[in-house]
């Protein structure tokens, strides 16, 4: 099917959390309450319109253990954007959040946009991390932030980073022309820079 843009989504966060979860809810449209561990990274695609145009988002689950965090890193690459999952009934999944963004936003573009995803939300009589500690963390940090267990929030999720990023790239699109111009611009002046230089050392 065609499309008119592709934008690559990361999950990350530590292991348990419920990234594979996550990922077969917005894929395969099915709730699976135990995976297996995911060794490496795990992949699936999903097509959505938006302002009446096909676009395709391709998420890449990733394992959240340190023995594989140099995998995880390489998927940075290209990513549009990143989701950032804790669970809200494990403080330690919270605590580690400041280790992961560091690491997004290091291996990743300036561009890319983060939403922290608090997961597990329906179970709330285990509840650890306050919902307030979360979104003071989002805030802190310059992220978007929910709290979700249904798939029909994740879609709602996915949605809104879709629209961010195509308003992005129309944004890119725009000023790509100007970009060109100015280049041109710029090595015409040192052509021509450097031609007088010449002059002047002919004459000298």
């Known amino acids: 099917m065609a499309y008119a843009y592709l934008f690559k989504y990361i999950i990350i966060g530590d292991t348990g959390v419920g990234k594979s979860c996550l990922l077969l809810q917005f894929t395969d449209k099915r709730f699976q309450p135990v995976h297996d561990l995911t060794i490496g990274v795990e992949f699936g695609a999903r097509m959505i319109t938006i302002d009446g145009k096909q676009i395709k988002l391709q998420i890449w689950d990733t394992a959240g253990q340190e023995a594989f965090r140099s995998i ?12 950032l999952v804790y ?3 494990r403080r330690d999944t919270f605590n580690h959040l400041t280790t992961w963004l560091e690491d997004a936003r290091q291996h990743s ?25 979360g ?23 996915m949605r809104r980073m879709a629209l961010r990023s195509v ?7 725009a000023l790509a022309p100007a970009v060109r111009v100015l280049a041109v611009q710029r090595a015409g002046a040192a052509v021509r820079c450097c031609a007088a230089h010449t002059e002047r050392a002919k004459r000298g």
């Open 72 to 83: 995880t890193r390489s998927y940075y690459r290209g990513a549009a954007g990143a989701l």
């Open 87 to 89: 669970d809200i009934t």
């Open 109 to 133: 573009n300036s561009n890319m946009v983060i939403m922290l995803i608090g997961n597990k939300s329906d179970l709330e009589s285990r509840r650890e991390v306050k919902k307030e500690e």
């Open 135 to 157: 979104e003071a963390f989002a805030r802190e940090h310059g992220l978007v932030f929910m709290e979700t267990f249904k798939r029909e929030c994740l879609i709602l999720t």
């Open 167 to 173: 308003l992005s790239t129309r944004r890119q699109e």
